[in-house]
């Protein structure tokens, strides 16, 4: 199968009108013009790998949209599955915690989190992209350990991120706003989110912290799992992960932060709502100034997976190389990260794990294309055999 006429978005390069063929849903051959009698006419359409999603959050709003309405985790991972291959997804790092105690909580039991691992690895098969597990161990909840390292122990979990989302540091160096922001997201006076707030500080003194922690590494490196850290908030903080032999650095807060997890050859990730924003939901680094400064290695969908285009062609703006840079921040950078060489690339050999978009003042997704299967399409990209016999 051919793909002919598309920009591609190669590796170090952007090659206009070119081709792509696929046999046995891996690229077969690249070349620099059209081809005739292709399977696909791209119309100079941009043509990039598919996404690689290391960091996703949607699932438990497919789950429960609202606090007093939970829907059946298999429905809400098939609905979250058609949203991810619309917007150029064809990887995916389901982000799911383990931290009862977060606005979340109601999703984030040890019993829901669990269903939810165990739907996405049974379902695997019957979904339109490759969806893995990302579990976020919250250290302060040493009590969720025993379930991770089970989970972990069956083969049920694909990457670990350690957080810690104690008030005062990381995410929520910031008193007042965290204050501020607990009251209005739970309806709740002052009083009783300073009551949360003591609470959750008290978490942290608790002994067993070190060793639970100590214990999730170890069996995750064993497992040869990639391990992150969340919210890093200064070169010290870096340093102390980088110890625990993490290999990703996920949302640092701080420019200094991002600058030691690259000098210790860490990849920093940053959400591609915030590149598109140009600034952090909560105040913290922005992901256009850390590309800007060279010490953003890779995005992902965080919480909105359809920010994934717009927030590639804005950082193609201020990062060095440009689009092919961009681009490979949501693929290449992002599957070498999980530990993987057989996508994110547009190159012989890779994956046909493709998405098609059209360049405007709104960028549409077009078509994606899992291993050359067309899995999403909006009916504007045909097979040129539809349009002879129309």
């Not at 990039?48 to 809400?76: Q, S």
């Not at 250290?139 to 991770?148: D, H």
């Not at 062609?313 to 599957?335: D, P, R, S, Y």
Request: with cysteine.
């Amino acid at each position: 199968m051919w793909l002919s006429n598309f920009t591609l978005v190669l590796p170090d390069e952007v090659i206009e009108n070119g081709s792509v063929r696929v046999e046995d849903g891996v690229i077969a051959e690249i070349r620099p013009e059209p081809v005739a009698s292709a399977t696909f006419e791209g119309g100079n359409r941009f043509l990039m790998p598919g996404f690689v999603d290391l960091h996703g959050d949607m699932i438990e709003r497919e789950i429960a949209p609202r606090p007093n309405a939970t829907m059946p985790i298999d429905f809400g991972i098939h609905e979250l599955d058609k949203k991810l291959a619309a917007s150029g997804v064809t990887t995916a790092f389901a982000a799911v915690s383990f931290a009862t105690e977060s606005v979340y909580g109601h999703v984030r039991s040890l019993e829901t989190t669990s269903a939810v691992i165990e739907g996405i690895k049974r379902l695997h098969g019957q979904l339109l992209i490759d969806h893995r597990v990302h579990a976020r161990y919250e250290i302060t909840n040493v009590g969720a350990a025993p379930t991770l390292e089970r989970l972990i122990d069956a083969g049920q979990v694909d990457m670990v991120s350690l957080t810690d989302h104690t008030p005062g540091q990381g995410q929520y160096n910031n008193i007042e706003a965290y204050l501020l922001s607990m009251s209005e997201r739970r309806s709740i006076s002052r009083a009783q989110a300073e009551e949360i707030l003591a609470k959750r500080i008290a978490l942290r003194s608790n002994p067993e912290i070190e060793a639970k922690l100590r214990e999730i590494v170890a069996l995750s490196l064993k497992h040869k799992l990639s391990l992150a850290s969340h919210d890093d908030d200064s070169a010290a903080k870096v340093a102390e992960m980088h110890d625990f032999n993490v290999t990703i650095s996920e949302f640092p807060v701080s420019m200094d932060a991002a600058e030691e997890a690259c000098r210790r050859g860490l990849w920093t990730l940053m959400g591609a709502p915030n590149a598109l924003r140009g600034k952090s939901m909560s105040g913290n680094l922005s992901a256009q100034d850390a590309a800007s400064a060279g010490v953003l290695g890779i995005i992902a969908a965080d919480y909105h997976p359809a920010a994934f285009v717009p927030a590639i062609f804005k950082l193609a703006e201020v990062a060095k190389g440009g689009l092919a840079a961009a681009v490979a921040m949501a693929t290449k950078n992002a599957a070498r990260a999980a530990g993987w060489t057989d996508r994110g690339e547009i190159a012989i050999g890779q994956k046909a794990d493709l998405v098609a978009i059209e360049h405007g003042a709104v960028h549409r997704i077009r078509a994606t294309f899992r291993g050359g299967r067309v899995i999403y399409s909006d009916g504007t990209l045909h097979p040129l055999q539809a349009l002879a016999a129309a």
